[in-house]
């Protein structure tokens, strides 16, 4: 009976001894993960300190970039500012050569000088204030060319030119830019400042063409009379027009006397002061070409003193006045 007490003592106290150890065991791998979590924590809360100084120091980089930009800006507008009135002053003294001289030949030059140099300034402008390009106001009126100029397709020299407008050329003006520009009625450009509210008094005279033959003035402001083979009308509002749309949206070139249109032959006029079939001879020809033309079309709108010549794009041309001659 001893030998068997002792022996279940023995067993009892090896498990215990077990026992302890499983114990001891989850304590010490309970420490060491609790010292890892608390490891990783700190190092995430570290990077996220780190983090959160970089974008703070990358804001106060760019808060100092803009504060500079803004300096220079304020800088350069001062400095526009004072330059105007000197582009002023080359302008006037351009003007002032051009008149002394009184050659034609440099006005053309001075006039695209002149308007570069406003154009530079006027960029500059544009770049230190706004990029949006000038502003337009409605204006309604009619301009003549003060000397030749050219009509271009946006208000300023680094746009393209449509065609050269001749001295005392018709401008109906629409709108106009606070860059000194007006907006014609089909969409193009010209300097306001070379044009005038009245037609110049020399303008027929130096720049309408000679015709062919030596047509004679007719008096009595009428088809009739005269030698040779043409007689002098008087002078024409000369309007354009194009194709017209028909009501399911294509476009017809036939005329009222059933001919197709054509540019450089056809137009279109009071039948009661040009018989329809009637040969016109336009001095200095808008559309540049010999002058003569047919009235093939009429209008509702042409009446008396007023010729309507056909054009594959009427919006390039501007309403102007010419000379006519019927051909007989």
Not at 160 to 165: C, N, T, Y
Not at 259 to 276: E, I, L, N
Request: glycine residues 10%; aromatic residues 8%.
């Amino acid at each position: 009976m001893r030998f068997i007490d002792l022996t279940t003592k023995y067993h009892i106290t090896r498990d215990k001894i077990r026992m302890g150890v499983s114990i001891l065991s989850i304590i010490l791998v309970s420490v060491l993960a609790s010292i890892g979590i608390h490891a990783v924590l700190d190092a995430q809360a570290v990077a996220e300190i780190d983090r959160r100084q970089q974008e703070a120091n990358a804001l106060l980089a760019d808060i100092t970039e803009v504060t500079s930009a803004e300096s220079y800006l304020e800088s350069t507008a001062v400095e526009t500012s004072e330059l105007s009135p000197s582009v002023a002053a080359i302008e006037e003294s351009a003007t002032m050569s051009t008149s002394e001289t009184g050659e034609t030949a440099d006005t053309s030059a001075t006039t695209e000088s002149t308007e570069a140099t406003t154009a530079a300034t006027t960029t500059t402008v544009a770049t230190t204030t706004t990029a949006a390009g000038p502003k337009e106001v409605e204006f309604y009126t009619t301009v003549y060319a003060s000397q030749n100029i050219n009509l271009r397709s946006g208000p300023g020299v680094e746009y393209s030119i449509v065609r050269e407008l001749k001295a005392g050329d018709g401008i109906d003006v629409i709108a106009q830019t606070d860059t000194g520009w007006y907006k014609t009625y089909s969409g193009n450009y010209v300097l306001a400042r070379y044009t005038q509210t009245s037609r110049p008094t020399s303008a027929t005279t130096t720049t309408a063409a000679k015709p062919t033959a030596s047509p004679t003035t007719n008096s009595g402001g009428g088809s009739g009379g005269g030698s040779g083979n043409m007689t002098y009308y008087g002078s024409c509002t000369i309007t354009f027009y194009g194709p017209q749309k028909r009501k399911d949206g294509t476009y017809s070139k036939t005329t009222a006397t059933g001919t197709t249109c054509s540019q450089g032959r056809t137009c279109a006029a009071d039948w009661g002061v040009f018989p329809a079939g009637t040969v016109i001879y336009v001095a200095n020809d808008p559309l540049g070409g010999d002058g003569y033309y047919t009235v093939e079309d009429k209008g509702g709108a042409v009446k008396g003193s007023h010729i309507d010549i056909y054009a594959d794009d009427p919006y390039a041309f501007s309403t102007t006045t010419r000379e006519v001659y019927i051909v007989k």
